[in-house]
């Protein structure tokens, strides 16, 4: 049996208004600062976390994940294809300010009414992300993953038939790939081995069957023993995986749709979880993004290796 673990949970973005889909954390060091996307709101949201600053920026369209470049550009997945994201700079007079997009790739979708969800860079840079029909009562299994080469090249599927694509991980060394899909009917966390340098999984296998857990799949991380952090949608709880596939901790949460969880502070040891609003039966917690102390520390988060 895992072992139920208590934590300090604090809520940072205590004072501002609750995110209607919150996902995609990133902790950039060198700002001290966590970044995270309101997939319906079209937002990217800042915290400078120990001073409690925010800046938020709207997009065009709907943004579901992203990962910085080299140049501090961001790489990411929205509604129509993977962008170039460029922040402008605030001044203390600015309210949300508008952001700049270059539309870098785009596939074809089979279907209308997709978009990108859960994606990050592999440990070489590569930016990977999934696709989804955006109305999930459907189930329709349209959704694939793709790859962003370092030359800007979008692949073509590398995983097809997922429902909700999510849980994008890899192991320290890189060399396991995570995924899940976090659609009710499928509840499934898969586990391959990965080519480094080619940048190919291979000998799919399921990691973990969340039916025999608890909850829905969502946003991982790795932390630096190798053990995979996983949201449980509708349980409201963070699961910890070794990599063996046993599950040995479980969190509890204040926010019953935790969506993505990253690894960041000063010393990686802190653990962010951003959450969904339900449309009925919302709490005051629902929705806000969350820091906790797990007692194990992250990695870095990579880097897009293309120049933007």
Request: proline share 7%; glycine share 10%; charged share 20%.
């Amino acid at each position: 049996m895992p072992v139920v673990s208590q934590a300090s949970i604090e809520r940072i973005d205590v004072g501002y208004a609750p995110a209607t889909v919150g996902e995609s954390p990133v902790w950039r060091a060198q700002e001290d600062a966590l970044y995270w996307v309101d997939i319906p709101a079209q937002r990217i949201v800042r915290q400078h976390v120990s001073l409690g600053v925010r800046t938020e920026w709207t997009l065009p369209e709907k943004v579901a994940c992203m990962a910085f470049s080299r140049n501090g550009t961001l790489v990411a997945g929205m509604e129509t294809g993977v962008f170039a994201v460029t922040l402008g700079e605030p001044t203390p007079a600015d309210g949300v300010l508008p952001a700049s997009v270059r539309k870098l790739a785009a596939p074809a979708f089979p279907v209308p009414g997709m978009r990108f969800n859960d994606g990050r860079c592999d440990r070489q840079g590569r930016f990977w992300s999934g696709t989804m029909v955006q109305d999930m009562a459907a189930a329709n299994p349209a959704g694939a993953l793709f790859c962003l080469d370092a030359q800007g090249r979008l692949s073509a599927p590398v995983v097809d038939q997922l429902i909700v694509q999510n849980g994008l991980a890899w192991s320290p060394d890189g060399t396991t790939m995570y995924l899940s899909d976090s659609h009710p009917q499928r509840r499934l966390i898969w586990a391959f081995d990965y080519d480094t340098e080619t940048g190919t999984p291979s000998r799919r296998r399921v990691f973990a069957d969340l039916h025999d857990y608890v909850g829905r799949p969502d946003g991982a991380a790795v932390d630096a023993d190798g053990c995979y952090w996983i949201c449980a949608n509708d349980a409201g709880a963070v699961l910890r995986f070794t990599p063996q596939g046993e599950l040995d901790r479980r969190i509890d949460l204040p926010a019953v749709k935790p969506a993505m969880c990253a690894f960041g502070g000063r010393d990686l040891d802190t653990l962010f979880i951003t959450s969904i609003r339900p449309a009925v039966g919302a709490t005051e917690h629902d929705g806000h993004v969350f820091a906790l102390r797990p007692g194990v520390r992250g990695l870095a988060e990579p880097e897009y290796a293309g120049v933007l």
